[in-house]
Nanobody
């Protein structure tokens, strides 16, 4: 699976951004999709995940109620709408995909994703 993330940038605290990730090389509706982030000097961490149909989602506690993951299976694209951004949200954001898992609702572990995008930098100024 090839993944191309976009939409990062510089935003003030309290602002919003929408990230996009376009996928190719697999039937998009068969892919579990996720977003992870890696801040300066930190490990890559889970942010959000979405089921293959888009009907189920999951979030880390740090972004719940501020971020929304969604997907458009007709456009082969997953989105991450980020609102009420905080300086601690500053990170490189990566989209991820995998189609190996059966009988899962969502996939949240980074070691269970086999495909990764190149990352897009989000910088939140205070």
């Amino acid at each position: 699976v090839q993944l191309q993330a976009s939409g990062g940038g510089l935003v003030q605290a309290g602002g919003s951004l929408r990230l996009s990730c376009a996928a190719s090389g697999r039937t998009f509706s068969s892919l579990y999709m996720g977003w992870f982030r890696q801040g300066p000097g930190k490990e890559r961490e889970f942010v959000a995940a979405i089921s293959r149909s888009g009907g189920s989602t999951g979030y880390s506690n740090s972004v719940k109620d501020r971020f929304t993951i969604s997907r458009d299976n007709a456009r082969n694209t997953v989105y991450l709408q980020m609102t009420s951004l905080k300086p601690e949200d500053t990170a490189v954001y990566y989209c991820s995909a995998d189609d190996r898992w059966a009988n899962r609702v969502i996939v949240t572990r980074k070691d269970e994703y086999g495909s990764w995008g190149q990352g897009t930098l989000v910088t939140v100024s205070s």
